[in-house]
Nanobody, 125 residues
Framework: QVQLAESGGGLVQAGGSLRLSCAASGLTLSDCHMGWFRQSPGKEREFVAAISWRGGITYYTDYVKGRFTISRNNAKNMVYLQMNSLKPEDTAVYYC??????????????????WGQGTQVTVSS
């Protein structure tokens, strides 16, 4: 049984910060590329950030570059998303995803095999 669980979401004012965490069970995250995605009501789930197996490569959507940082601690089997300078348009449910197949680090949803249930981030103006 493989499960991912996000935590750390909440309500924050514009300009504030949140740190999201993703914990895994039944899966060794050091074998996986990891991604963060987000989804607002009525919109498709969109790519936010990704990190390679051992953390050597990271990708970000242009909307969050310079504000968000993805990181991982494989010894703890966890992945993080530090979100700074938050904007109201960052409001969404944020999902952690794992790709346990060999290959490229992806910026799209389909290659990821496992998904968490999401954590709500709300940024007020």
């Amino acid at each position: 049984q493989v499960q991912l669980a996000e935590s750390g979401g909440g309500l924050v004012q514009a300009g504030g910060s949140l740190r999201l965490s993703c914990a895994a069970s039944g899966l060794t995250l050091s074998d996986c590329h990891m991604g963060w995605f987000r989804q607002s009501p009525g919109k498709e789930r969109e790519f936010v950030a990704a990190i390679s197996w051992r953390g050597g490569i990271t990708y970000y959507t242009d909307y969050v570059k310079g504000r968000f940082t993805i990181s991982r601690n494989n010894a703890k089997n966890m992945v993080y998303l530090q979100m700074n300078s938050l904007k109201p348009e960052d409001t969404a449910v944020y999902y952690c995803a794992a790709d346990n197949r060999s290959g490229d680090l992806h910026r799209t949803r389909d290659p990821y095999d496992y998904w968490g249930q999401g954590t709500q981030v709300t940024v007020s103006s």
